[in-house]
T-cell receptor
Framework: DTGVSQNPRHKITKRGQNVTFRCDPISEHNRLYWYRQTLGQGPEFLTYFQNEAQLEKSRLLSDRFSAERPKGSFSTLEIQRTEQGDSAMYLC???????????????FGPGTRLTVL | TQLLEQSPQFLSIQEGENLTVYCNSSSVFSSLQWYRQEPGEGPVLLVTVVTGGEVKKLKRLTFQFGDARKDSSLHITAAQPGDTGLYLCAGASGNTGKLIFGQGTTLQVKP
């Protein structure tokens, strides 16, 4: 399977603990996006990378959140000192972007469901 | 702030009926994507529309992008129980390509 993969699929943690999620994009894709989705809502943009550079962060991304894409391949999203409000589905998507493409189609992984107790 | 309003939010119909889902905004998008999502899974891309007025068909699904690239619709003909799911529209914003999602339409097709 050459799609986007995410690990773990589910994570249950206690408030105050740190958690880290991993995303492996489609191999030739240069852009990688993180989104968060709560129940009954559409996904909300958190941040994105073009190769290894983090180019934009949403105001939703507090200083407890950090994302990396060290070699321009896989990415990690870390949440420090988790709070109950962090409970959500964290989705990763990748795309092949270039100046002459008009669509920037994004392909999503299965998500990581985080529950903070 | 760019927003996408989807309607209706919930739709429950009988197998064989037709339906239309609408996605509206006051903002112009460079492209618009439609996704279908199953519970506990990530969204699966159905189609991308780029040109104003564009119409794309995917079997029984017809997608249309408004002339001004501010709105879109998804029409399903002769719905089947397998069409059940959450349908999301998402507009791509500028050079970042980040997606602005609507709230989603939950479709239930009863046999």
């Amino acid at each position: 399977d050459t799609g986007v993969s995410q690990n773990p699929r589910h994570k249950i943690t206690k408030r105050g603990q740190n958690v880290t999620f991993r995303c492996d994009p489609i191999s030739e894709h240069n852009r990688l996006y993180w989104y968060r989705q709560t129940l009954g809502q559409g996904p909300e943009f958190l941040t994105y990378f073009q190769n290894e550079a983090q180019l934009e962060k949403s105001r939703l991304l507090s200083d407890r959140f950090s994302a990396e894409r060290p070699k321009g391949s896989f990415s990690t999203l870390e949440i420090q000192r988790t709070e109950q409000g962090d409970s959500a589905m964290y989705l990763c998507a990748s795309s092949l972007w270039s100046w002459d493409r008009g669509d920037n189609e994004q392909f999503f992984g299965p998500g990581t469901r985080l529950t903070v107790l | 702030t760019q927003l996408l309003e989807q309607s209706p939010q919930f739709l429950s119909i009988q197998e064989g009926e037709n339906l239309t889902v609408y996605c509206n905004s006051s903002s112009v998008f460079s492209s618009l994507q439609w996704y279908r999502q199953e519970p506990g899974e990530g969204p699966v891309l159905l189609v991308t529309v780029v040109t104003g007025g564009e119409v794309k068909k995917l079997k029984r699904l017809t997608f249309q992008f408004g002339d001004a690239r501010k709105d879109s619709s998804l029409h399903i003909t002769a719905a089947q129980p397998g069409d059940t799911g959450l349908y999301l529209c998402a507009g791509a914003s500028g050079n970042t390509g980040k997606l602005i999602f609507g709230q989603g339409t939950t479709l239930q097709v009863k046999p």
